[in-house]
T-cell receptor, first 111, second 113 residues
Framework: DAGVIQSPRHEVTEMGQEVTLRCKPISGHNSLFWYRQTMMRGLELLIYFNNNVPIDDSGMPEDRFSAKMPNASFSTLKIQPSEPRDSAVYFC?????????FGPGTRLLVL | DAKTTQPPSMDCAEGRAANLPCNHSTISGNEYVYWYRQIHSQGPQYIIHGLKNNETNEMASLIITEDRKSSTLILPHATLRDTAVYYCIVRVVTQGGSEKLVFGKGTKLTVNP
């Protein structure tokens, strides 16, 4: 199994631009999670889905962030417009029920 | 969710057992103890979880005290590749599927040659 796949692995963009992060979960896993990690705030959950349905988005910072899961094999996290404080590593994780399996992350730098 | 307390850092000699403690004195009866680790620049990695019985897998052993107020993760023969931040998390597991995890600061384990 290839594990959780995230793309791009690195993204550098300018303030105000739209950023789209992508995630392919492990086949058969019914839960998907988006996390953000910074030095200041550590690892924070942004949103998670069960069976493609958003369950808890209380961690999404503001309306500039949105996440979708159109099917069981694909999810996106979009930031529009991006700001320098959004610079972080964004992780996607999937889970069959108990353990969560994380992808390699996307390093985002907003200039 | 119950809070957890972990030492900020620990050292261990290569080849020796690494014993990482975690206090969770406010844990409730239906909360599980999870351990994850994060090696530098990688995503967190699931290690093990348990409810009240001791657990062992190919990576580690989890010892939970009888009152469930604390636990210890044991890496029996630490290697340099075990250098990482180790997170202890307590969380309910529901019928609906996996629930969100709240990561604290964890313990930075350094395995020395």
């Amino acid at each position: 199994d290839a594990g959780v796949i995230q793309s791009p692995r690195h993204e550098v963009t300018e303030m105000g631009q739209e950023v789209t992060l992508r995630c392919k979960p492990i086949s058969g896993h019914n839960s998907l999670f988006w996390y953000r990690q910074t030095m200041m705030r550590g690892l924070e959950l942004l949103i998670y889905f069960n069976n493609n349905v958003p369950i808890d988005d209380s961690g999404m910072p503001e309306d500039r962030f949105s996440a979708k899961m159109p099917n069981a094999s694909f999810s996106t996290l979009k930031i529009q417009p991006s700001e320098p404080r959004d610079s972080a590593v964004y992780f996607c994780a999937s889970s069959p029920r108990v353990a969560q399996y994380f992808g390699p992350g996307t390093r985002l730098l907003v200039l | 969710d119950a809070k957890t307390t972990q030492p900020p850092s620990m050292d261990c000699a290569e080849g020796r057992a690494a014993n990482l403690p975690c206090n969770h004195s406010t844990i409730s009866g239906n909360e599980y103890v999870y351990w994850y680790r994060q090696i530098h620049s990688q995503g967190p990695q699931y290690i093990i979880h348990g409810l009240k019985n001791n657990e062992t897998n190919e990576m580690a052993s989890l010892i939970i005290t009888e009152d469930r107020k604390s636990s210890t993760l044991i890496l029996p023969h630490a290697t340099l590749r075990d250098t990482a931040v180790y997170y202890c998390i307590v969380r309910v597991v529901t019928q609906g599927g996996s629930e969100k995890l709240v990561f604290g600061k964890g313990t930075k384990l350094t395995v020395n040659p």
